[in-house]
């Protein structure tokens, strides 16, 4: 059986190391107050980068496209992200394909644009529908290798 004095010291111990990381604020150790639920919400988590299902070297190639064309999309490393998507969303807009805001972020408009442009190069995506699905992911994939690639 544990001693009080032990008890007493382990409780001040726990209650202490729970102060410190505020669940029990304003606790002490003969009464804890009761836990405050914590208000939930769902946050959607974005990728840091979005290949649309490109490989690296598929993805440099891009880079290295949007980068020729003008458009700074940072580092050529093959993770498209928000640098880079702000560079094809600069370009896409330059072209008229109305990728909206230049946020980095690829939505709806982004995909549109996308598919716009991929579909006057040549490409079938299945139409203009602001979702990357399968038909869209490959036109990205076939134009990423065109002319051998860009970089």
């Known amino acids: 059986m544990i001693s009080s004095r032990l008890t007493k010291a382990l409780l001040g111990t726990v209650t202490a190391a729970a102060l410190s990381i505020g669940t029990l ?3 002490t150790a003969a009464t804890a107050a009761p836990a405050q639920q914590a208000p939930t919400r769902t946050v959607a988590l974005q990728a840091a980068f979005n290949n649309l299902g490109l490989t690296t070297s598929e993805a440099k190639s891009v880079q290295c496209y949007v980068r020729d064309a003008g458009f700074s999309p940072g580092t050529i490393d093959g993770q498209l992200g928000t640098n880079s ?22 939505g709806p408009n982004t995909i549109r644009a996308l598919q716009r442009f991929l579909i006057y190069v040549g490409y079938d995506t299945g139409g203009v529908d602001g979702v990357a699905g399968t038909k869209t992911r490959e036109a990205w994939k076939a134009f990423s290798h065109l002319g051998g690639g860009w970089c």
């Open 25 to 27: 604020a304003g606790a």
């Open 85 to 106: 998507w702000k560079a094809w969303q600069r370009f896409l807009n330059a072209l008229g394909y109305n990728a909206g805001t230049v946020d980095g972020v690829v």
